[in-house]
C-alpha cells in the first residue's frame, strides 16, 4: 500500500476492455546460411559435441539402470536416475548463450542442464579461472583423480573434472560435486552458475526468484533461469513464485538504477508429460504453457513457445530473452517443447503413452536432425562430426569408469559422522559484503529509535512494574537486532506480508519504512510458498535474508519450502552454501482455529532448522541478534501474547549495546528447590505464576526454566535442575499430543532416571482446534493446571483439590478418544 500510489475510483470504473497480444509460436524461421553469420563452425560443432555428450551421458545411467552394464562395464546405481534423452538441444540451447554468472536452477531431470551449462561455462572461463576453480574447489578433491597423468590442456582437464564431479555426486561419492549428498536428483555445482536442481516439482519455481532479487538488489550481474517441467504449472509455488517476480513494484517504487523487473525466465521444459499424466489435454486446460504469461502482467511475461528439438530457436529466444530481462522488463516465460524419449525414470514402463508417439518423437531425434543440418547445410564434414562425438563418448565413458571405482572416488566412511557435520555451518558472519549498507537516514533519527530511547528497558521504575506504554517490549528486542544488522549488512534485506508501511503485521517493523530504502524491506505478494522459497534462493547467492509468516498457521502454505528447501540445501551442499535466512513467525492467539497454533514441534522434527522461541525482551534481542550474524536458517516463532511485554527477569535491564545469546541455552528465570517447570514459548509466564502460587500456597519451592529453543537444545541446565529437585513439569502452549516437550521429557528420563523421584508430566494445550478468544482458558495451559498435575503425579500438595483432571487416566481417557 505505497501512498504514492492513489487507486482512483473513477478509473477503476471505467468501461475498457482487456487486451491481450499474440503469444508466438516456434516463430523461428531462420535458415542455417542465416544462423552462420551468428556461429562460427567451431560454434555448431560445439554444440553437436555437447548434445553428443549428454546423450552418452544418460545412455550410460539408463543401461546400467536397467541391465546392470554398459560396453562390458558392469555397475549396479542403487539411486533414482530420471533421463532426460530427447531433452538435450533444449539444454544446449538453453545453456549456450548463458555466462558463467547465469545461474540455472532446475529439477528432478536436470542432468542434461547441468552438463549443458557446465560444458557452457567451462567454454567462457580462462584458463586460470579454471585451474583456481579445479584447485580450490574442496580443497581439490575432485580434480586430483581425474587430474593424474592427464595431459591435454586446461579446458579438456576441466570437461574430465566437471563430468567426474556429475557421475560421483549421482553415485555418491565423495568426489562427487557436494559429497554425494545431493545426488541425481539435487546435483549442482555453483561455480559453473549451476545452483540447486530440485526433486520436488516445481521446486525450483519458488527458490529462484530469490536468486535474480539477489542479483537485483546486489547489482550483481547475470540473469537466472528456472528450468522446470511442464506438469509443474500446476504447482502452486510456481504460480507464487511468477507472482513474485512479476510485481509492479520493482519497476514501479524501486530505485531505476537497480535495473527494474527480475532477471529471471522461467523456462518450461516441456515434454508433454508429469509422470503418467498429461497437462496437454488431461490434467491441465493450457493447452500451451506459454499461455500462462497473458495472465500474469501487462508484457505477458514476453512468453512464447520454442522448438527445443533444435538448439539454434533456443538460443535465439534466450539471446533475445536476454535482451528484455537486460532492460529491466523481465520476469520471461518460455515453452521450449520437447520430448522425453527415455521413460520418467527406468522403471517406467510407457504404459500412459503409444509405441507410436514415442516412435514419432524418435524420428525426429533432435541430435539426429542437428546433425543432418549440419551435414546438409555442408557445415563441416562427416567425419568431424563423427570424430568429435566418438573423442566426447569415449571421455563420458571413461570418466563414468573412474566414478564406479571405489578407489578413486571413495564414498563416505560408514562411521562417519560427516552428514551430521554439514547439517548446520554454524557460522559467523558480520556482513556478506563490504560495500556500504543503504540506508534512507541517520538512524539516530528514526522515529523509533528516538521513542525506544524513552523508554524503560528495567523491569521496575522507582521500584514498581513498568507501565506497558512505557516498558522496552519483546518488538522493540526484535526491532533492535533487526536494525543492527540493516546498518552492517549491505545484503540483508526483509519481505513477507504487510511489512513496508504496515509497519510489519504485528508492527515489529514499525520505523524501518523510514530507514530502509524499498529493496530492502517490502511487501510480498500473499504468497507464503513465494516469500520462504525466494528466501531460500536469496541465501543461496549469498546474502542474508529476514522472511516473515504472519501466522504459524500459515507455514502449511509454505510447507515444502519449509521442510524440504530451507532445511536441506546447507546439508544438500556438503555445507559449503550458507543459509543464513532467519524466518520470522508470529504465533497468534484470540484469533480461533486457524490463526493460534504454536508449531514448534513440526519444524523441530525437520533435520536442518534451528528453532528459536524467545518470550523477554532480553532474549528476543540476544537471540535475533545471534540468528542473524550466524549461517544457518533459523525458524524464529516470535508470540503475540507477549509482543508487549517488558522485561521482567533482568534487574540491570535490557542493553542499549549488540549482545548475543546462543541459540539452544535454556535460561533458568527462577531458581527454586522442589520441582523443576520447564517451557517453552509463552507458558513461560504461565509457569511463572504457577510458581508464585505453589510458593505461597504451599511451601512448594519451583525452578523456572525456558528453553528459548527447540533445537539445538543444551540439557546441561536441564539436568542440574532435575538433579536438585528430582521433579519435572514440562508446559508449553502446543498441543500435547507430539509436542517438543514429550522429547524432552524422554530425553531427561533417560539422562535423569537415577535423579528423578516420578516420571516427568507433559502440559500442553488440549488437542483440539483453538477456540474463540472467550474460550482460550479451556485450550491453554493455566497455572491451575500446573499445579493439578504435580498434585496429582508428581507430589501432592497439602490441601490442593484439582479444579482440573490431570491424572493419569485422563491420559488414557484422551488417548483413547483421539483427542
Ligand atoms: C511435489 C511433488 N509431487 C510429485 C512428485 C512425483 N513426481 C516426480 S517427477 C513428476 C512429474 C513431473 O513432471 P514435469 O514437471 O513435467 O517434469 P518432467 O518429469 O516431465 O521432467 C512427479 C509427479 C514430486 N517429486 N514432487
Ligand atoms: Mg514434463
Not at 492513489?6 to 546460411?33: C, Q
Not at 523421584?757 to 493455566?782: H, K, M, Y
Request: with cysteine; hydrophobic share 40%.
Amino acid at each position: 500500500m505505497p501512498k504514492s500510489i492513489i487507486i482512483e475510483p473513477k478509473r477503476m470504473f471505467a468501461s475498457e476492455t482487456i487486451e491481450f497480444a499474440p503469444i508466438p509460436v516456434n516463430a523461428y524461421s531462420k535458415s542455417v546460411p542465416e544462423e552462420l553469420e551468428e556461429y562460427s563452425r567451431e560454434d555448431l560443432l560445439n554444440i553437436w559435441r555437447d548434445l553428443c555428450a549428454i546423450r552418452e551421458f544418460e545412455t550410460i545411467l539408463n543401461e546400467i539402470k536397467t541391465k546392470g552394464v554398459y560396453k562390458g562395464f558392469t555397475y549396479n546405481h542403487a539411486g533414482p536416475a530420471h533421463l532426460s534423452i530427447g531433452q538435450e538441444a533444449a539444454a544446449v540451447g538453453m545453456a549456450f548463450s548463458l555466462a558463467p554468472e547465469d545461474h540455472i536452477f532446475g529439477s528432478h531431470r536436470s542432468h542434461g542442464e547441468i552438463l549443458a551449462k557446465g560444458f557452457s561455462a567451462i567454454r567462457k572461463l580462462e584458463d586460470a579461472e579454471l585451474v583456481e576453480i579445479m584447485r580450490s574447489y574442496r580443497d581439490g578433491a575432485l580434480l586430483a583423480p581425474v587430474e593424474r597423468g592427464h595431459q591435454g590442456t586446461v579446458p579438456s582437464l576441466a570437461l574430465r573434472f566437471f563430468i567426474y564431479g556429475a557421475f560421483s555426486e549421482i553415485f555418491a561419492r565423495e568426489t562427487g560435486f557436494n559429497r554425494g549428498l545431493g545426488g541425481s536428483m539435487h546435483a549442482f555445482f555453483a561455480p559453473f552458475g549451476i545452483y540447486p536442481n530440485n526433486a520436488i516439482v516445481g521446486g525450483s519455481g519458488s527458490i529462484a526468484p530469490g536468486a535474480a532479487l539477489f542479483k537485483r538488489v546486489n547489482r550483481k550481474r547475470g540473469i537466472v533461469v528456472a528450468n522446470i517441467g511442464d506438469a509443474s504449472f500446476g504447482c502452486g509455488p510456481v504460480w507464487e513464485g511468477i507472482t513474485f517476480s512479476a510485481m509492479d513494484q520493482y519497476r514501479c517504487l524501486w530505485d531505476r538504477e537497480l535495473g527494474g523487473g527480475l532477471p529471471i525466465v522461467f523456462n518450461c521444459m516441456n515434454n508433454f508429460y508429469g509422470m503418467g499424466g498429461q497437462p496437454f489435454g488431461e490434467t491441465m486446460g493450457l493447452q500451451y504453457v506459454a499461455r500462462v504469461g497473458a495472465g500474469v502482467n501487462p508484457d505477458q511475461m514476453h512468453a512464447e513457445r520454442v522448438n527445443g528439438y533444435d538448439p539454434l530457436p533456443v538460443i535465439d529466444a534466450f539471446r533475445r530473452k536476454r535482451e528484455i530481462l537486460d532492460a529491466g522488463r523481465g520476469p520471461v516465460l518460455l515453452d521450449t517443447v520437447a520430448y522425453r524419449i527415455s521413460g520418467h525414470s527406468p522403471s517406467d514402463a510407457s504404459s500412459y503413452r503409444s509405441k507410436e508417439e514415442i516412435e514419432r518423437w524418435r524420428e525426429a531425434d533432435p541430435i539426429a536432425s542437428f546433425r543432418a543440418k549440419l551435414l546438409d547445410n555442408h557445415v563441416v564434414p562427416v567425419c568431424t562430426l563423427d570424430d568429435a562425438r566418438d573423442s566426447v563418448e569415449s571421455v563420458v565413458f571413461e570418466i563414468f569408469q573412474l566414478a564406479c571405482d571405489l578407489q578413486a572416488s571413495p564414498r563416505i566412511s560408514a562411521d562417519s559422522e560427516m552428514v551430521g557435520e554439514a547439517m548446520f555451518s554454524n557460522g559467523r558472519v558480520e556482513a556478506f559484503d563490504t560495500t556500504q549498507p543503504e540506508l534512507l537516514q541517520d538512524l539516530a533519527e528514526n522515529p523509533r529509535v528516538q521513542q525506544i530511547r524513552g523508554k524503560v528497558r528495567t523491569p521496575l521504575l522507582d521500584g514498581k512494574p513498568v507501565p506497558k506504554v512505557k516498558a522496552y517490549n519483546v518488538r522493540d528486542g526484535i526491532f533492535e537486532a533487526l536494525l543492527h544488522r540493516f546498518s552492517i549488512d549491505p545484503t540483508m534485506v526483509a519481505f513477507g506480508e504487510e511489512n513496508r508501511d504496515w509497519g510489519g503485521a504485528f508492527a515489529v517493523y514499525r520505523g524501518l519504512t523510514e530507514a530502509l530504502p524499498y529493496h530492502r524491506l517490502f511487501n510480498s505478494p500473499i504468497s507464503e510458498a513465494a516469500i520462504v522459497g525466494a528466501a531460500v534462493g536469496y541465501a543461496l547467492e549469498g546474502g542474508r535474508v529476514v522472511a516473515e509468516l504472519m501466522y504459524a498457521d500459515f507455514m502449511g502454505r509454505a510447507g515444502d519450502e519449509i521442510f524440504n528447501q530451507l532445511s536441506k540445501w546447507q546439508a544438500m551442499s556438503a555445507a559449503q552454501l550458507p543459509m543464513p535466512v532467519v524466518l520470522r513467525i508470529s504465533v497468534g492467539s484470540k484469533y480461533g482455529a486457524q490463526h493460534s497454533q504454536d508449531w514448534a514441534a513440526l519444524v523441530h522434527h525437520i533435520p536442518g532448522l534451528k528453532v528459536a522461541y524467545p518470550v523477554t525482551p532480553y532474549d528476543a534481542k540476544g537471540m535475533m541478534n545471534r540468528a542473524l550474524s550466524g549461517t544457518d536458517p533459523v525458524i524464529f516463532f516470535e508470540s503475540q501474547k507477549v509482543y508487549d511485554y517488558g522485561e521482567m527477569f533482568i534487574s540491570e535491564g535490557v542493553p542499549e549495546g549488540y549482545y548475543e545469546i546462543e541459540i539452544g541455552e535454556p535460561s533458568v528465570k527462577r531458581t527454586g528447590s522442589d520441582v523443576t517447570i520447564v517451557t517453552l514459548g509463552p507458558a513461560l509466564y504461565t509457569a511463572i505464576t504457577a510458581a508464585a502460587e505453589l510458593e505461597s500456597r504451599f511451601g512448594v519451592s519451583a525452578e523456572v526454566i525456558d528453553l528459548r529453543a527447540a533445537n539445538p537444545l543444551h540439557y546441561g541446565v536441564l539436568a542440574e535442575s532435575v538433579h536438585k529437585t528430582g521433579k519435572v513439569v514440562l508446559v508449553s502452549d502446543a498441543v500435547e499430543r507430539g509436542s517438543l516437550m514429550h522429547t524432552v521429557a524422554s530425553n531427561l528420563t533417560q539422562l535423569c532416571f537415577d535423579d528423578l523421584d516420578g516420571p516427568p508430566a507433559v502440559i500442553g494445550s488440549r488437542n483440539w482446534i483453538t477456540p474463540a478468544a472467550e474460550l482460550e482458558a479451556l485450550f491453554f495451559p493455566q497455572p491451575s493446571w500446573i499445579l493439578d498435575t504435580i498434585h496429582e503425579r508428581i507430589l501432592p500438595l497439602k490441601g490442593h483439590t484439582s479444579s482440573t483432571r490431570q491424572g493419569t487416566s485422563e491420559i488414557v481417557r484422551r488417548a483413547q478418544a483421539g483427542v
